[in-house]
């Protein structure tokens, strides 16, 4: 059975950073790809950044790019999202998801089978 579980979340001030790790079990495949989500209360679902394993091709959301950087470790089948110049409004749940092979676009959450249960992220002095 695939399971995710994020980690890493927690309370930082703005501008501050916060290394968030997705980690996969029950997944077999080598070509998979992984992005994280997160949902603030109140707004909707919003995709954040995806990776690919097969090229470590990325993407990112305008509201992340230059902020967030995204990584993987295939032989350990984990996905890290690096956050760095925090702002209050990254305040959310933060969660990872995985779908086998490449996906279309890779920010939209229903591109991927399975999905973790989140860790939250507040940004706030």
């Known amino acids: 059975q695939v399971q995710l579980v994020e980690s890493g979340g927690g309370l930082v001030q703005p501008g501050g950073s916060l290394r968030l790790r997705c980690a996969a079990s029950g997944f077999s495949l080598d070509y998979y790809t992984v992005g994280w989500f997160r949902q603030a209360p109140g707004k909707e679902r919003e995709g954040v950044s995806c990776?690919?394993?097969?090229?470590?091709?990325?993407r990112y959301a305008d509201s992340v790019k230059g902020r967030f950087t995204i990584s993987s470790d295939n032989a350990k089948k984990t996905v890290d999202l690096q956050m760095n110049s925090l702002r209050p409004d990254d305040t959310a749940i933060y969660y990872c998801?995985?779908?086998?092979?490449?996906?279309?676009?890779?920010?939209?959450?229903?591109?991927?089978?399975?999905r973790g249960q989140g860790t939250q992220v507040t940004v706030s002095s």
């Open positions: 998801a995985i779908a086998p092979g490449r996906v279309g676009h890779g920010l939209g959450w229903h591109e991927y089978a399975y």
């Open positions: 990776i690919t394993s097969s090229d470590g091709s990325t």
